[in-house]
């Protein structure tokens, strides 16, 4: 598989990084010297200049390319670098960033095709974000939550609370009594140290527990931590930005009985986002306005979401929303530095934009293939990887000892037959399976090995 990727900020360099070590073959496009140099001890072809000229795409390799993502600072380059894949080479698959609502509302829908603007996938950061907080809001107690097995079941960091009923509990007695809600605890951040636990591992009060629940237990599951479930009925956004605007409007179509308040700091843009919106109250001003915040009844309110393009001012509204008696809070972060600190902080759940978008990006890219991360661990160390079964692969057959050998992958859930199993050591993998796999970065070109048909081409 080859993959061009036009643009090398912070998206462009990441999504680089993670196929490189998958025996994908990855090009990447920028004008920046400095931005390229960054990448120079990744396996990958990097390329200065832009993208809109012919004569550098095809020195990235356009002519047989199968992707080309186009995530430069515009819009309109980024679906020009898309018509000219089709045209010019009939890339088979076209992605562009899209940032613009503009370009994003249904006036527009019917110009993405062949014959008009030849963009297969239109990725809009600011809605990635505001969907993944909309679809989790209905949960309580996680402030890092992903899909596994095509949304069948959750992979969840949580705060172990002093109260909760597994807090001094060994993971062996875990899962030996907790039958009626079983739950894999795959990682434990304890003292700003990530390890993988052994059924001895007993937990403490105020560990950061990352584990997998089948999605129809994961209110039982965050409530064995300690975690209440809370009513989301009453919501404050602050920030009217690209990601609050679109998270107002998705909970004004998908949520009619949430009563949404918006607040802005800049006038202007509250004035525009406001006759847009039909059930939700704008207000202008600081989120960090006490008074305002008063005169918007926040003590009645559930759940406070700070998404301005401040990460310090989204943090610190969390601390003053606490201090205004308001049962949860959500803030917008960019480093996953803040998440040892979440606690401290009071922020309930941390949204990271950068991560969300790379992942979304990467599920595309990889929808054809076998193997595709699910997410990464705060500090990077360890990836939570899919892989299907097939009857052809090397992994058909193994087992739970075997993958480890092969890979250094811990085998942590797999789902078969509409069903969540963990594993135990001598489970075997059977075709169709889907399985959940905790690895180093390292080491996924071995997983991938395991897991592909003999890496064929799509």
Known sequence: MKVII?????????????????????????????????????????????ATYVHTLEAAGISDAD????????DELNMLICQLAQS????????????????????????????????????SPEKEVANYIAQN?????????????????????????????LHGVSLKDISLTNTKTPINIIAISRNGKIFL???????????????????????????????????????????GGAVGYSLAKHLEHE????????????????????????RTIVLHGKGLDKNLLLEANIPATDTVVSVTNDENVNLLMSLLAKDLNVQRTISL??????????????????????KITILSILRHIRNQR????????????????????NDGSEGNGLTTDAIYKLTYGHLVGVWRENNLVFPDKALQLHPNDKAAILIKPQHRRKLDKVFSLSHRVI
């Not at 595709?372 to 500090?379: I, S």
Request: hydrophobic share 40%; with cysteine.
């Open 137 to 165: 809001l209905a949960y309580t107690g996680w402030f890092d939550m992903f899909t596994l097995f095509d949304e069948e079941a959750h992979s969840i960091a949580t705060i172990c609370a002093p109260n909760a009923p």
């Open 370 to 389: 076998e193997l595709k991360t699910v997410h990464t661990l705060p500090d990077h160390s360890w990836e939570l990887m899919e892989a299907i079964v």
């Open 67 to 74: 992707v080309i993502l186009s995530v430069t600072r515009s």
């Open 333 to 354: 972060v960019n480093n996953d530095m803040y998440i040892p600190m979440a606690p401290s902080l009071k922020v309930d759940a941390l949204i990271h934009p950068h």
């Open 255 to 278: 949520s009619s009985d949430i009563i949404v308040k918006l607040v802005e700091s800049n006038k202007d843009r509250a004035e525009k986002i406001a006759p847009k919106l039909d």
């Open 197 to 239: 636990p052994e059924d001895s591992t007993v937990l403490q009060a105020h560990d950061i527990l990352h584990f997998i629940v089948k999605k129809e237990n994961t209110h039982a599951a965050l409530s064995l931590f300690g975690h209440t479930h809370l009513d989301s009925s009453r919501l404050l956004i602050v920030g």
């Open 6 to 50: 036009c643009g090398a900020g912070q998206v462009g360099a990441n999504v680089a990084r993670y196929l490189s070590n998958e025996n994908i073959s990855v090009s990447i496009v920028d004008p920046s010297l400095e931005s390229l140099s960054e990448l120079n001890n990744i396996d990958i072809l990097t390329i200065q200049g832009s």
């Open 88 to 123: 010019l080479y009939k890339t088979p698959l076209k992605i562009a960033r899209v940032r613009d609502h503009e370009y994003l509302s249904s006036k527009w829908k019917s110009l993405y095709n062949h014959e008009n603007i030849p963009v297969d996938l239109i990725i």
